[in-house]
């Protein structure tokens, strides 16, 4: 029996979820040990490879978390805010890590992970990514150095089947913005213009969110001064920049005290 840290994979099926199952198989640092899905998906009680469409996995996919989380080290969560918020209690439950990609969630759904991170290592990030952590600094850098007649806008582009706008990722680094800028976001957040809106608002953070096809995520930060401009920008054109990032985190997670992480702290930034 392998002593690698079991991991199992929540929205099995989806876009992250058999990217991530592909990254975790691949992976000589970790198992894959279990694959959760939703009551009445028709991988319920399949094998994972099978219903991959390759060879047999030996993993059952099922809709019972309890099941699937108990001797398990980590579950990797990319799915929806209802369903995050129920893996989050099984995950403290159980004492696993658990990595939250899941983005949409709203002020209520982030207060109800705080009593689960007395029992659990939670990783949460709008973006696993590497390259948008930094972004993410760089920007936070660059709004310090500017002051508020330089309007910032945050503009995002991704797949037509995305549910949320904005992503997770332009909602961090509209914080980062914000942070750098020494405002709060939440009182400074613009989105959605649409009719005689009035001139734009001094100071403001601005979103916009292009939805299309198969783009797997854009990001730019402008920042729009008088006779020039800065675009900082992120393209991302495989989602497996995504699911490398959260099995880091799982992994990170193996030895860290109960709490609420992000990627910055797994990436040391
Ligand atoms: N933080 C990051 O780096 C990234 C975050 N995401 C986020 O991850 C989430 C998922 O994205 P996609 O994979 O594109 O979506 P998707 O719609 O392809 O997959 C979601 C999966 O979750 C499953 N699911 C929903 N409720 C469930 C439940 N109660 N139990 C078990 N499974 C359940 C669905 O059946 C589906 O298979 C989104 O919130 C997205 O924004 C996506 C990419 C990167
Ligand atoms: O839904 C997606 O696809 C993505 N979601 C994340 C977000 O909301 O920022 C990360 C990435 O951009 C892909």
Known sequence: ????????????????????????????????????????????????????????SGVIVTDDPLEAFSGAQAVIDFTAPAATR?????????????????????????????????HAVIVRAGNMSLGVN?????????AAALDA?????VIEAHHNK?????SGTALMLGEAAAEG??????????????GITGARK?????FSAIRGGDIVGEHDVLFAGMGERIILRHVATDR??????????????????????????????
């Open 1 to 56: 029996m392998s002593d690698l840290p079991g991991i199992v994979i929540t929205g099995a099926s989806g876009r992250m979820g058999q990217m991530l199952i592909r990254t975790v198989t691949e992976s000589d640092k970790a198992r894959l040990v279990g694959a959760v899905e939703r009551t009445g998906h028709d991988w319920i009680g399949k094998d994972l490879g099978e219903a991959m469409g390759g060879a047999p």
């Open 202 to 206: 001094h100071g403001a953070i601005g």
């Open 240 to 269: 497996a920049i995504f699911a490398r990032g959260a099995l880091k985190a799982a992994l990170w997670g193996q030895d860290k005290a109960p709490g609420e992480y992000d990627m910055m702290d797994v990436l040391g930034l």
């Open 181 to 194: 800028r020494g405002i709060s976001l939440a009182e400074n957040r613009e989105s959605g213009r649409d």
């Open 134 to 142: 930094l972004l993410t600094l760089l920007t936070k850098k660059v």
């Open 162 to 166: 995305k549910v949320d706008a904005p």
């Open 86 to 118: 129920e893996f989050a209690k099984i995950a403290a439950q159980a004492r696993l890590t658990h990595v939250i990609g899941t983005t949409g969630m709203d002020e209520d759904d982030i207060a109800a992970l705080k009593p689960c991170a007395r």
């Open 149 to 153: 007649d330089w309007d910032i806008e």
